[in-house]
């Protein structure tokens, strides 16, 4: 099983890969958080430069529910994609 998400923010490109055995978020094909080993949930966290140059927090939060497998990330406390409904960003 590999699930990836592909999200555009901005002039950037976020992307999350889960595997059975690990989840990684990339940001501009940068690595910038790793969890490694079985998980039913798992946090990843990063950064991300805004059109004003300040960096933001980026937490990214995958969960096995019935069976399936949902991602929500958020850019500082702002949820911009969720596996339910994507959300403009």
Known sequence: MK??????????TIRVVNTWTNEKLFVDGVLQD?????????RLFGKVRNKDGEYEEIKVSIGSYF?????????GER???????QMSG
């Open 79 to 85: 949820l911009i994609y969720t596996t339910k409904q």
């Open 3 to 12: 699930d990836i998400w592909v999200i555009k923010y901005g002039d950037h």
């Open 34 to 42: 790793e969890q490694v080993g079985l998980h039913l949930t798992s």
């Open 67 to 75: 069976c399936k497998i949902e991602c929500r990330i958020f850019v």
